[in-house]
């Protein structure tokens, strides 16, 4: 399976129905009054956290969602029916962000955690401006529109464990022995080219270990195919430290791996970890005394194993099973902007172009709306539009835009001569 962990979508929610007009037309009954329902509510789009999932490999071949929309207001005071809400799952530990702003809104850190982005609201039918003085009325309420997002979804792999070492280290096999994970296995660098999870149990007690693809010198820096993968360890609480004792050097591995984990953003080599020499099947007592020594000396004291003998794997377990309960979980106090829920009113967001000498086009999405479900020919539904716009500011920036006595005013198709006061 392809391992994909950082994606752009857009996410789109159902814009709600407009509200209906309609009279009523029952026999027996003339001159029938108002009788349009409401709107219905556009669907909403919720991001929910699945642990069933490992990655985002689903959202490389599909980018765009969109909720549905809220159905228009009906006859005899029925309700439009709402949009359904669209449930669009992810992988515990996935991030969104704002893919303009690189805000981050929802961090989606535990099984069933949710991101919404609300359905715009139906508008009201013209039986809800039934009054006293217009019993009548020709024009109802648009449905306001859904808020539409492009985001960023990144996965951070949700794990206690994180096994670091350079390639070849054996990081796949030393999962594949304490885990039911079958990563793929093969004498050569980059075998593992996504981070792999396993469930570890020891007794009554269990934890999460992720195998990280392996670092080089310069991960930092963009360079081999662990620094993409950096971000799985940020999560994790106790870092084994992989380090392949028959190399040349096992001491600049280790400093290596080191100085590549202290330039990653996050502070990650401040994680407490467990230094574990591998494949001590191939060397001799003498030469694992020596090099066991040299880190002595520099005051580190490693475990030592072989994952092809299973030497040293239980005394593992062990050890992080006793560490890793005295290390609380890490509580990502993230900066999370909650400004997502878009209500769109009437406002002074319009703008004004001027077409030419004597010709002024409005652009605004509700105006046009408004305008659509308003019957221009009836003089108190047209009095309505009109107070609307005067009351946004329209009229004023047209007489600051110099407009004259019978300039063309567009709004959508609808034509109209300006008349200041």
């Not at 857009?10 to 409401?38: C, M, Q, T, V």
């Not at 850190?109 to 039986?127: A, C, F, H, Q």
Request: hydrophobic residues 35%; contains cysteine.
């Amino acid at each position: 399976m392809d391992f994909v962990d950082i994606v752009k979508v857009s996410l789109e929610s159902g814009s709600g129905g407009d509200g209906g007009i309609y009279f009523h037309r029952e026999k027996y009954i003339p001159n029938g009054g108002p009788a349009g329902g409401d709107g219905g509510d556009g669907g909403s789009i919720i991001l929910i956290a699945d642990n069933n999932l490992q990655t985002l490999l689903d959202f490389k071949y599909r980018h765009i969602f969109k909720a549905e929309d809220g159905e228009k207001g009906r006859p005899k005071n029925q309700y439009g029916r709402k949009g359904k809400d669209l449930i669009v799952k992810v992988p515990v530990g996935t991030i969104v962000k704002d893919s303009v702003t690189l805000k981050i809104l929802a961090d989606l850190k535990e099984e069933g955690s949710k991101y919404l982005i609300k359905g715009g609201k139906g508008g009201k039918g013209n039986t809800k401006f039934a009054n006293s003085i217009n019993k009548a009325p020709h024009y109802s309420e648009p449905g306001k529109p859904g808020i539409k997002k492009e985001v960023i979804l990144e996965l951070k792999s949700i794990a206690d464990v994180g096994i670091v070492g350079l390639p070849n280290a054996g990081k796949s096999s030393l999962l594949s022995v304490i885990s039911a994970c079958k990563p793929k296995i093969a004498s050569y660098p980059f075998t593992t080219l996504s981070p792999n999870l396993g469930v570890v149990k020891l007794d009554d007690y269990s934890f999460i270990v992720a195998d990280i693809p392996g670092l080089i010198e310069g991960a930092h820096k963009g360079i081999g195919l662990g620094h993409k993968f950096l971000r799985h360890i940020e999560r994790t609480r106790l870092l084994v430290h992989l380090i392949d004792i028959s190399s040349d050097d096992p001491i600049f591995d280790y400093e290596t791996i080191n100085y590549e984990l202290s330039m990653y953003p996050g502070n990650i080599l401040s994680k407490e970890k467990i230094v574990v020499l591998n494949k001590i099947d191939l060397v001799s007592e003498e030469e694992l005394s020596i090099i066991l020594n040299k880190f002595n000396q520099k005051n580190i004291y490693p475990l030592t194993i072989s994952t092809a003998t299973k030497k040293g794997i239980k005394e593992l377990i062990e050890k992080i099973a006793i560490i890793l309960p005295s290390i609380p979980k890490i509580d990502f106090q993230v900066e999370i902007d909650n400004n997502i829920e878009e209500d769109y009113k009437f406002s002074d967001d319009f703008e004004i172009i001027k077409e030419n000498e004597n010709t002024f086009v409005i652009e605004n999405y509700k105006i046009k709306k408004l305008l659509e479900l308003t019957d221009v020919y009836n003089e108190k539904a047209l009095n309505r539009f009109m107070k609307i716009i005067t009351g946004i500011g329209i009229i004023e920036k047209l007489k600051e835009m110099d407009a004259k006595l019978g300039d063309t005013v567009k709004v959508g198709d609808f034509e109209f001569e300006y008349l200041p006061d």
